[in-house]
């Protein structure tokens, strides 16, 4: 397959292997040069293994071109927050868009995480984005190994989840609200669902006979613009929530003083961005007085999982409710509710000899 070497008048060697053929029929061919013939054949043996190998030798494709595409066809299907999730972390690997793919290596990925190491979170979702962006570009026979191996990571401790402490739960019982601050508020509270969902809901998927609510949408936001309504990421996701009479007596005493047909829409029943619908639950956490609290949203998720815990609802009936896919969060909440109530520090104390 090597040409012959031959010594151009720049006093490099240069010579070709032949790839194959093209649609025409014709040899398709791939140059090489260097300043000696040990070093050119170093270079036709790598090719060559490249080849060997399955992959495309004479594709330069640099990352940021690559990556672009990735976004753009693999990930064409996922919903808008995640595809602007992915771009986002792509700009912390900026200085890899002018190398070709195949030739980044592990050190190059290293230093990234380097960089980022104050924000271990960041970082972990970063080598993510990258092994996926690797492992398709092995897929597509542009590069023989993924870079992503053995990266060092800086040590995350997950902050902890909690539930509502009883006070929490009488300030926001007791706060003076608006109709759509106190429908958030018991959407949240006595749901589980996600925000999201929440927004998305419309006096339809209300079952006041039956005493159950259907989520079966969510809302889209681009960089906090209202994008769309569409089903949810998974069908474990869809789902009829049953509600406690408590609960349901105010959600259906709160729609009878809101007239849009989406209950958390604006005067005209249109959703809203994202940073009004933050701004409702800011104005929900200062006139409960729990400003700086560390309340988020989903601390009322996490605090629903407890509440079913301690009502005696089954760990399947409240992955259910919350439309997880996978048992994993609610194992372990039940798990740590489960420790807590064993307290087996304090049962152990007691074996003595």
């Known amino acids: 397959m090597a040409g012959r070497f031959k010594r151009q008048k720049s006093g490099l060697y240069r010579t070709s292997i032949q790839l194959g053929y093209g ?18 054949e170093q270079k036709i043996m790598e090719a060559k293994a490249d080849l060997a190998n399955g992959l495309t030798i004479s594709d330069n494709t640099t990352f940021g071109t690559y990556a672009e595409n990735w976004l753009n066809i693999y990930k064409a299907n996922k919903g808008i927050q995640t595809r602007n999730m992915y771009k986002h972390k792509l700009t912390y690997c900026e200085s890899l868009n002018d190398i070709p793919i195949r030739k980044i290596n592990r050190m190059m990925i290293q230093q990234i995480i380097n960089e980022n190491a104050a924000h271990p979170r960041t970082c ?12 398709s570009a092995k897929e597509d026979g542009i590069m023989l190994k993924n870079p992503c191996t053995d990266i060092t990571m800086p040590r995350h401790i997950p902050q902890e989840k909690r539930a509502l402490t009883d006070e929490e739960k009488q300030k926001l019982r007791s706060a003076v609200l608006q109709p759509q601050e106190r429908l958030l508020l018991l959407l949240l509270y006595g749901t589980g669902c996600r925000p999201a969902e929440a927004y998305a809901l419309n006096k339809d998927d209300f ?10 949408k969510s809302v889209q936001f681009d960089n906090g613009r209202f994008f769309s309504v569409s089903a949810p990421k998974t069908n474990s996701s869809i789902r009829s929530v049953i509600v406690s009479e ?3 007596k105010g959600i259906k005493h709160t729609l009878d003083k809101i007239s849009t047909y989406n209950v958390l829409g604006d005067n005209t029943g249109q959703i809203m961005s994202s940073y009004k619908y933050d701004t409702i639950f800011k104005h929900i956490l200062q006139k409960a007085g729990l400003e700086g609290s560390g309340i988020t949203a989903y601390v009322f998720r996490h605090n629903f ?5 301690y009502a005696g609802v089954s ?32 049962k152990m104390s007691s074996m003595v000899m």
């Open 315 to 346: 760990l399947k009936e409240c992955q259910r409710q919350m439309g997880h896919t996978s048992y994993k969060m609610v194992m372990e909440v039940y798990a740590h509710l489960d420790e807590k109530k064993e307290n087996t520090r304090s």
């Open 305 to 309: 999982a407890t509440e079913c815990y």
């Open 246 to 248: 408590s609960i349901l």
């Open 207 to 216: 079952d006041f006979k039956n005493g159950t609510i259907s989520i079966s």
């Open 23 to 40: 649609p025409d029929g014709k040899p398709m061919k791939k140059y090489f040069s260097a300043p000696t013939i040990k070093e050119l």
């Open 124 to 135: 972990e979702i970063i080598l993510l984005t990258l092994k996926q962006i690797f492992n």
